[in-house]
């Protein structure tokens, strides 16, 4: 019996190919906005996997836009009642629900203060949507399972669309429209039941207990949220890092037939990675390579590769790549005997304060 989960894990090219087509006049209105506005800078307010958008968004507004991003600290507002000034910011809330209050919060401080304001929500009547000034929907539809997969990768696509709007680039939008192609053919490449490749290389690994997810660059995002589907359905303490973060100590732990999960996606990362790879092999790490680079692929075995669309340009990487990682947490799930739709002791809507 398929899962909500992987139902909506297999939704994804559909939700990311209809935000495409209805969101783009909406970005636009936001991105003129947002110039006319000119922030110094963009804070985010954000949980969970939205935080993990919210690290995508970091190289993306810096790396195409200029902007310094800042992942938000709501607790200065609702804990503290020490608000930092927020008043020359373009304050950017993410969530699937839109309704935790400390993320409203921010937002509404943010307003207060002056600051431009946008929420990006599957909720387009949530606290969230009603603290901002614009609110982008983003039409993913219901998620039913507790674990959000076609949310996040929403999220992803929303803040590249409004990169893009933003930078005016009409290559970059072509790139975009490749998106849910991209994604399409990597999810039919792992055939839908127990028994595809993301079942295959989880098998040695079901009962470990620990285990570390690298990526670097717009795929650091990647590493935490992989990491974070396999703690949600797994129960498995799954550490992301950054490459150069391994080497100042976590490399430590790494003994013969630890787990390691490494994302590549080509581009300026590659020299990187490739120095990781060489590290955990050289330290007997049971290694899974999430990559679309051939060389990299080929330095694992044929059961350790969970390949993606070699097309997919790196800054659009993250929204693909995530995908045989969320197949790898839920495939981990059921080889442990879980029911990856009914994490215990997490609902749906998380309100934080």
Request: glycine share 8%; hydrophobic share 45%.
């Amino acid at each position: 019996m398929t899962t909500l989960l992987e139902r909506e894990i297999r939704e994804q090219p559909d939700c990311l190919a209809r935000l495409l087509l209805r969101g783009r006049s909406a970005l636009e209105e936001i991105a003129t906005a947002v110039r006319r506005f000119a922030p110094a800078f963009v804070v985010t307010a954000a949980r969970g996997s939205s935080d993990n958008a919210a690290r995508y968004a970091k190289y993306l507004f810096g790396g195409h836009n200029r902007l310094v991003v800042s992942l938000g600290a709501p607790s200065l507002v609702t804990v503290y009642g020490t608000p930092p000034s927020l008043g020359r910011a373009l304050v950017v809330g993410i969530s699937q629900s839109g309704e935790s209050d400390d993320i409203v919060a921010l937002l509404v401080e943010g307003r207060r203060q002056g600051a431009l304001t946008v929420a990006i929500t599957n909720r387009p009547g949530s606290p969230l949507a009603q603290a901002a000034e614009y609110a982008l929907d983003l039409g993913a539809g219901p998620e039913q399972s507790v674990v959000a997969s076609k949310s996040y990768t929403c999220q992803l696509m929303a803040l590249a669309m409004l990169s893009t709007a933003l930078e005016g680039d009409m290559t970059r939008w072509r790139e975009l429209e490749g998106v849910p192609h991209a994604a399409r053919e990597t999810l039919e490449s792992y055939a839908s039941g127990q028994l595809d490749q993301a079942a295959v290389a989880v098998a040695p690994l079901a009962a470990a207990d620990r285990m570390v997810v690298v990526g670097r660059g717009f795929n650091f995002a990647t590493a935490f949220e992989i990491a974070l589907k396999i703690k949600e359905t797994a129960y498995v303490m799954a550490d992301p890092y950054a490459t150069p973060d391994l080497f100042h100590g976590p490399l430590a732990m790494v003994e013969p037939g630890f787990p390691a999960i490494v994302i590549a996606a080509g581009g300026p990362t590659r020299v990187d990675v490739s120095l990781a790879l060489d590290a955990l092999h050289a330290r007997g790490a049971h290694i899974l390579a999430v990559s679309n680079d051939a060389s990299v692929l080929a330095r694992v075995p044929v059961h350790s590769r969970l390949p993606f669309v070699a097309e997919v340009p790196e800054w659009l990487s993250p929204i693909v790549a995530v995908m045989p990682g969320q197949l790898v947490a839920l495939r981990l799930a059921e080889a442990r005997g879980l029911d990856a739709d009914r994490p215990r002791g997490l609902t749906k809507v998380t309100k934080t304060l």
